[in-house]
């Protein structure tokens, strides 16, 4: 399976952005991690195919809004009221078969159980 991420770019604060991930067949689920210069990388957002059931850091949660469309296997990652710290280069991963919850694995553990990868794409929040 490939992943294809897109949607990234230069906005100011309090702005908007819509990342998008194609996937070339069906995994279990699609999750957006980021990792900004210098940091690790850190979970955003999943949600799975069949179910629909998102996830959502604390960090993002109530700004950002993660959607899918079967028909076109696309996940969307609509990020609202952007900040400075969320600039980095945002990935979007899969997993083959079901994993646990996001909120009852650490970061390690998440990254670990995506089997697929797709480039990044930059988001940019100037203040």
């Known amino acids: 399976v490939q992943l294809q991420a897109s949607g990234g770019g230069l906005v100011q604060a309090g702005g908007s952005l819509r990342l998008s991930c194609a996937a070339s067949g069906r995994t279990f689920n699609i999750a957006w991690f980021r990792q900004a210069p210098g940091k690790e990388r850190e979970f955003v957002s999943t949600i799975t195919w069949t179910e629909g059931r998102t996830e959502y850091s604390d960090s993002v949660k109530g700004r950002f809004t993660i959607s899918r469309d079967n028909a076109k296997t696309t996940v969307y990652l609509q990020m609202n009221l952007l900040k400075p710290e969320d600039t980095a280069v945002y990935y979007c991963?899969?997993?083959?078969?079901?994993?646990?919850?996001?909120?009852?694995?650490?970061?390690?553990?998440?990254?670990?159980?995506?089997?697929?990868w797709g480039k990044g794409t930059q988001v940019t929040v100037s203040s």
């Open positions: 991963a899969a997993s083959k078969t079901p994993v646990p919850p996001f909120s009852l694995i650490t970061t390690a553990q998440a990254i670990a159980g995506m089997d697929y």
